[in-house]
């Protein structure tokens, strides 16, 4: 006695081949989502780097501007201070755990399927 699942392939092909078309398309969904999660580290993480590198540089100027004119002027503090808050946010957003797991639902979706195979199996050697 075969198993359904051979019967299932034999008997009708089309079957198969739209559940092999769906796990593709699930597939390539959770790799889409897993690669902007990604980007969008990726980009924070750039986006902190430099803006640290240009706030240190910025705060470099402002000293000796300070100093040089041997006055205090708030836009010294204001123009690094910027940089600094942009460099804390990304730098935040670059390192905040992620809430995504990847392909979650496509492990899901194969354990459903493995589990109804078994069962298929069980009930036909009855």
């Not at 008997?11 to 796990?23: F, K, M, Q, R």
């Not at 501007?65 to 460099?87: K, Q």
Request: net charge neutral; hydrophobic share 55%; proline share 4%.
């Amino acid at each position: 006695m075969l198993h359904p699942i051979f019967s299932t392939v034999l008997g009708h092909p089309e079957l198969v081949a739209d559940h092999i078309a769906n796990y593709a398309a699930l597939l390539k969904e959770e790799t889409a989502a897993a690669g902007r999660g990604v980007f969008r580290r990726i980009i924070a993480s750039v986006l902190a780097i430099v803006s640290a590198l240009l706030a240190l540089g910025l705060i470099g100027i402002a000293v000796m501007l300070g100093v040089l004119h041997g006055s205090f002027n708030w836009v010294l503090v204001i123009v690094p201070g910027v940089a600094v808050f942009v460099a804390a946010i990304s730098g935040y957003l670059a390192a905040r755990p992620s809430a995504f797991h990847p392909f979650d639902d496509f492990r899901e979706q194969l354990g459903a399927d493995m589990s109804a195979l078994h069962a298929a199996g069980e009930h036909r050697g009855r």
